[in-house]
């Protein structure tokens, strides 16, 4: 009979462990509606702040009416963009694990994107435990290390982030800007993407074959342009964390959720086991008590 | 309305998405020149947002809002209004607003510092737009 106290044993070992799971996945269903919503109500206004520059710096561009403008930094950045030597890359993953393919899928998309480049040319800011780890075990050393940060966190890591990489590529340290993250669809789909933050690759907008009348800055290129687009850079680096925390949410509940299923599964498994274990000591018993009677 | 009404209205904020439609006529507030008034056909401009109010015509009404900063992007058929904050008529709670005004006059009065003084005073010009914003009931213009 050891085996039926052993099996009993397994089954509340599991039981315990599918209580966690549960619990966790439904933590990780309040902690993702929180992110999403902030998520769905920064998107149309990332779309349109997108929208926006690329039409008023792409006509800027289609015309090439940059070299006739004096521009400001931030205005270089995106208007007189230079040959890519150094880049600077924020790379965002989670602090802890247990969310299924969330950090192993970004990092992987981390690292073909780095892996033909020169180490000493890779500005990384990390976000997240998993990243700071996987940039130590690449041989990064990261420039940054934004670790625990709080959803009421992320304006002020991307404003330092972006007003530091500004500065960075006015000084001529870096000659672009990217992050890596994962793009949320929706609860069960995420998806690492590489995104370009500046300089932009731009199409100017066209319209009837002609590029569109380039826009009147005013009061003066310089002043709109130096306002709009550090906001710009700004924006796009807060929607990434937001879509990167929501992401890590989701697919938290999701590993979670299996994991119940799981659990559950193995349970029941279990069960058929002891139950049959049971049964057979049951039958043996009788055969015994009535060949013993027989006799 | 089933008229036409040639100019496409956005305002959005990072906190929400508060107005998109057809509209006639648009004037909203920059930062440096005043006041723009968008009637169909206006040349692209592209220009900081100021703080006060905006106005919309549609259906042959006037509609307000408020604008707290930002940038405005116009084209020909187009506005497109990216606001660090904006409200609509209804969502502004006027007793929290006046509230808000009676603070900043006292702060004002008693204030110490320079940075006390400047945020005493932004608070009331913010108090002020809402108040104004909700002093207009919409619909009539004028």
Not at chain 1, 45 to 54: C, F, Q
Not at chain 1, 105 to 126: G, Q, S
Not at chain 1, 173 to 189: G, P, Q, R, T
Request: charged share 25%; net charge neutral.
């Amino acid at each position: 009979m050891a085996g039926l106290q052993d099996i009993r044993r397994r089954i509340r070992s599991v039981k315990n462990t599918q209580q966690v799971t549960k619990a966790m996945k439904m933590i990780s269903a309040v902690k993702l509606r929180k992110s999403q919503e902030r998520l769905v109500s920064l998107r149309p206004y990332a779309d349109k702040m997108r929208a926006v520059t690329v039409s008023v710096v792409g006509r800027i561009m289609g015309h090439h009416l940059a070299d006739e403008l004096v521009l400001g930094p931030s205005a270089q950045a995106f208007l007189n963009p230079r040959e890519e030597k150094r880049i600077r890359v924020v790379l965002i993953a989670s602090d802890k694990g247990l969310c299924g393919g969330f950090n192993a899928n970004v990092l992987k998309t981390a690292t073909a994107f780095l892996e033909d480049r020169n180490k000493a040319d890779v500005v990384l800011d990390v976000v997240g435990k998993r990243a700071a780890d996987w940039a130590r075990k690449h041989g990064f050393s990261s420039h940054a290390e934004y670790l625990g940060i709080p959803l009421t966190g992320v304006e002020r890591v991307s404003r330092e982030v972006c007003d530091d990489a500004a500065a960075q590529y006015t000084r001529g340290e870096i000659d672009a800007f990217y992050v890596i993250y994962n793009h949320f669809y929706s609860a069960v789909a995420q998806e690492p993407v590489v995104t370009k933050v500046f300089p932009l690759d731009l199409d100017a907008p066209v319209i009837d074959g002609k590029v569109g009348v380039a826009h009147l800055l005013e009061p003066d290129p310089n002043t709109t342009l130096e306002a709009l687009l550090p906001r710009f850079v700004e924006t796009e680096m807060l929607r990434s964390l937001l879509e990167s925390s929501a992401s890590e949410h989701g697919a938290r509940m999701a590993a979670m959720d299996k994991a119940s299923n799981n659990a559950g599964d193995m349970i029941a498994r279990l069960t058929l086991t002891m139950n049959k274990i049971r049964q057979a000591s049951i039958t043996n018993q009788i055969i015994e008590i009535v060949s013993g009677a027989n006799a | 309305m089933s008229m036409s009404e040639p100019i496409l209205l956005e305002v959005v904020t990072p906190h929400k998405r508060v107005f998109s439609a057809q509209v006639s006529e648009v004037s909203f507030p920059s930062a440096a020149n005043g006041y723009y008034g968008i009637l169909p056909g206006h040349t692209p401009v592209m220009t900081p947002l100021g703080q006060g109010l905006i106005y919309y015509v549609q259906g042959g009404e006037k509609h307000w809002l408020t604008a707290f900063g930002g940038f405005a992007e116009v084209s020909s058929d187009h506005v497109t209004i990216l606001a660090r904050d904006s409200e609509t008529v209804d969502e502004i709670d006027l007793d929290r607003a006046e509230a808000a005004r009676q603070r900043a006059l006292k702060v004002l009065k008693e204030a110490q510092t320079e940075s006390d003084l400047s945020s005493a005073q932004a608070a009331l010009d913010r108090s002020i737009t809402r108040i104004q914003a909700a002093g207009h009931p919409g619909g009539h213009g004028f």
